[in-house]
């Protein structure tokens, strides 16, 4: 079974956050369990990199929008290294291959396009028309800092009203799956107020930093019409063996700010196109940092790098997979993140790996011998992972983690090795053994680390301890004092 999975791409004029960061570990879940399960995986994220805000934060710094492209783009696939992402695919909108096609699926949508005279606002800062009904008065004013433009201008329109009814069905039928219900239902309500044409180039002369229409020099693509392609153009749309087999997509990843764009504005295009819609849509929500929207004015941007840094790629994982709601917004703080790396990770997961193994070594010279195979029941955590909650997939794993340690309490195997029973030692210690590398299978999709650390510390039926700490910090003068939000 083939199984596609992707990451919206970020856009280039910021540097990578903490939502690129969790939306990236998201993905990764999916494509980590999908391979998990035997299915041909290819995972793809990458990069957006066209449009006004690039060209003019390039001229802003002296260099040209490709320059400013490529170091940007960069950055998000260093983050995506660090954070060990495990993308098949990394797409970026200015490779040649991707602008090729781009060119060859407006040719196959041109029975859905036509020309017409645009005025209304537009917003440079999410780089998109806004509609007079739904423009916010405050940035219609020219001395607002995030001012809309007013503009005139001849564009290309993409007849998306002719997809309201079967967008509608497809959602509501369940054959196009959005989770969670909530964002289900905010697409739904859209719908129900009915989907206009929407612009979808601009004019060379006001932007030339775009890919341009085909037929049409004085035009180049909108970027967010552009952008949406990439999930078809990195399988090689329309000849390519990788897009026959692969799409539709099973699971999109995005956040809830591009809701619109991802079950409105894609699916048109790909009912145009005559293709299938993706299975399901993953909307997961914002980060804030206690509890606060992260922005720079405010001064509480935390880098993922900087919590990286200090407590390693796992560690941060787990809090962004576990301790924010996969369902809704959530909350980052340092002390939070603390707690969590404390009591949850070192003191419930850590400590049950390094007592295990150091009553092994004590009392059986470090032979395991024959290790039962655990058999708690997995379903749950299946279910939750297909369903896109990963917090709730990690609490079902933190309760066997739990019961691990009540189990050694109850059991008190430095009591038994005081008997001289050394049979019934050898098997409640081996059962210990086996539910760890149980735990740490579980843990393979979320904590791939961790979970090759603990595997072989004991899964060779002979322990081979951990050199320090299964999670350790690392105190560099970077992050050794991280600033309190």
Same mark, same amino acid.
């Given at each position: 079974?083939?199984?596609?999975?992707?990451?919206?791409?970020?856009?280039?004029?910021?540097?990578?956050?903490?939502?690129?960061?969790?939306?990236?570990?998201?993905?990764?879940?999916?494509?980590?369990?999908?391979?998990?399960?035997?299915?041909?995986?290819?995972?793809?994220?990458?990069?957006?990199?066209?449009?006004?805000?690039?060209?003019?934060?390039?001229?802003?710094?002296?260099?040209?929008?490709?320059?400013?492209?490529?170091?940007?783009?960069?950055?998000?696939?260093?983050?995506?290294? !660090?954070?060990?992402?495990?993308?098949?695919?990394?797409?970026?909108?200015?490779?040649?291959?991707?602008?090729?096609?781009?060119?060859?699926?407006?040719?196959?949508?041109?029975?859905?396009? $036509?020309?017409?005279?645009?005025?209304?606002?537009?917003?440079?800062?999410?780089?998109?028309?806004?509609?007079?009904?739904?423009?916010?008065?405050?940035?219609?004013?020219?001395?607002?800092?995030?001012?809309?433009?007013?503009?005139?201008?001849?564009?290309?329109?993409?007849?998306?009203?002719?997809?309201?009814?079967?967008?509608?069905?497809?959602?509501?039928?369940?054959?196009?799956?959005?989770?969670?219900?909530?964002?289900?239902?905010?697409?739904?309500?859209?719908?129900?107020?009915?989907?206009? !044409?929407?612009?979808?180039?601009?004019?060379?002369?006001?932007?030339?930093?775009?890919?341009?229409?085909?037929?049409?020099?004085?035009?180049?693509?909108?970027?967010?019409?552009?952008?949406?392609?990439? $999930?078809?153009?990195?399988?090689?749309?329309?000849? =390519?063996?990788?897009?026959?087999?692969?799409?539709?997509?099973?699971?999109? &990843?995005?956040?809830?700010?591009?809701?619109?764009?991802?079950?409105?504005?894609?699916?048109?295009?790909? @009912?145009?196109?005559?293709?299938?819609?993706?299975?399901?849509?993953?909307?997961?929500?914002?980060?804030?940092?206690?509890?606060?929207? @992260?922005?720079?004015?405010?001064?509480?941007?935390?880098?993922?790098?900087?919590?990286?840094?200090? $407590?390693?790629?796992?560690?941060?994982?787990?809090?962004?997979?576990?301790?924010?709601?996969?369902?809704?917004?959530? !909350?980052?703080?340092?002390?939070?993140?603390?707690?969590? $790396?404390?009591?949850?990770?070192?003191?419930?997961?850590?400590?049950?790996?390094?007592?295990?193994?150091?009553?092994? @070594?004590?009392?059986?010279?470090?032979?395991?011998?024959?290790?039962?195979?655990?058999? =708690?029941?997995?379903?749950?955590?299946?279910?939750?992972?297909?369903?896109?909650?990963?917090?709730?997939?990690?609490?079902?794993?933190?309760?066997?983690?739990?019961?691990?340690?009540?189990?050694?309490?109850?059991?008190?195997?430095?009591?038994?090795?005081?008997?001289? !029973?050394?049979?019934?030692?050898?098997?409640?210690?081996?059962?210990?053994?086996?539910?760890?590398?149980?735990?740490?299978?579980?843990?393979?999709?979320?904590?791939?680390?961790?979970?090759?650390?603990?595997?072989?510390?004991?899964?060779?039926?002979? &322990?081979?301890?951990?050199?320090?700490?299964?999670?350790?910090? =690392?105190?560099?003068?970077?992050?050794?004092?991280?600033?309190?939000?």
């Amino acid at each position: 079974m083939n199984y596609f999975v992707t990451t919206s791409i970020p856009y280039v004029n910021g540097e990578p956050h903490l939502g690129h960061a969790m939306e990236f570990t998201l993905a990764d879940v999916l494509a980590r369990q999908a391979r998990k399960e035997g299915k041909t995986t290819i995972f793809a994220t990458g990069t957006d990199e066209h449009g006004a805000k690039i060209a003019e934060k390039a001229e802003s710094l002296g260099i040209t929008s490709q320059e400013l492209a490529d170091q940007m783009s960069a950055r998000f696939r260093t983050l995506a290294q !660090d954070l060990n992402i495990s993308n098949d695919r990394f797409i970026r909108t200015t490779d040649k291959p991707h602008e090729q096609r781009a060119q060859l699926i407006w040719k196959a949508l041109e029975h859905d396009i $036509y020309k017409d005279s645009y005025t209304g606002w537009y917003d440079i800062v999410q780089e998109e028309f806004v509609p007079e009904a739904k423009a916010d008065p405050a940035r219609m004013q020219p001395d607002h800092p995030k001012a809309y433009r007013k503009i005139q201008e001849e564009n290309y329109f993409f007849r998306l009203s002719n997809y309201n009814a079967q967008i509608k069905e497809a959602i509501e039928s369940g054959s196009f799956k959005i989770l969670p219900e909530t964002r289900r239902n905010e697409i739904l309500s859209v719908l129900e107020e009915g989907l206009e !044409d929407i612009s979808i180039s601009r004019p060379k002369e006001k932007l030339e930093w775009g890919i341009a229409v085909p037929g049409d020099s004085s035009q180049v693509m909108y970027v967010w019409f552009e952008a949406l392609m990439n $999930y078809i153009t990195v399988l090689g749309y329309p000849e =390519h063996d990788d897009f026959k087999q692969f799409w539709p997509a099973h699971t999109q &990843v995005i956040g809830k700010d591009i809701i619109r764009f991802h079950a409105a504005i894609w699916p048109g295009m790909l @009912m145009s196109l005559n293709l299938p819609l993706p299975k399901q849509l993953y909307v997961h929500g914002f980060i804030n940092i206690n509890g606060e929207k @992260m922005s720079k004015s405010l001064g509480n941007v935390v880098s993922p790098h900087e919590i990286i840094g200090k $407590y390693g790629v796992d560690a941060f994982r787990y809090y962004f997979l576990r301790h924010i709601p996969s369902y809704n917004d959530g !909350d980052f703080s340092w002390d939070t993140f603390e707690a969590a $790396y404390n009591n949850e990770l070192a003191n419930e997961l850590g400590n049950a790996v390094q007592r295990t193994a150091a009553m092994i @070594m004590k009392y059986q010279n470090g032979i395991i011998g024959d290790i039962p195979v655990a058999s =708690h029941d997995s379903e749950p955590i299946i279910k939750a992972i297909e369903e896109c909650r990963f917090d709730r997939a990690l609490d079902e794993i933190w309760d066997q983690v739990r019961g691990l340690n009540q189990y050694i309490d109850e059991t008190k195997p430095w009591a038994i090795a005081k008997t001289d !029973d050394e049979d019934h030692l050898r098997e409640v210690l081996a059962y210990q053994a086996g539910c760890l590398i149980e735990i740490a299978d579980l843990l393979e999709p979320f904590l791939p680390e961790t979970s090759v650390k603990i595997k072989a510390v004991f899964e060779e039926g002979v &322990v081979r301890p951990i050199q320090g700490t299964l999670f350790p910090k =690392h105190e560099t003068p970077e992050t050794q004092e991280p600033q309190k939000a």
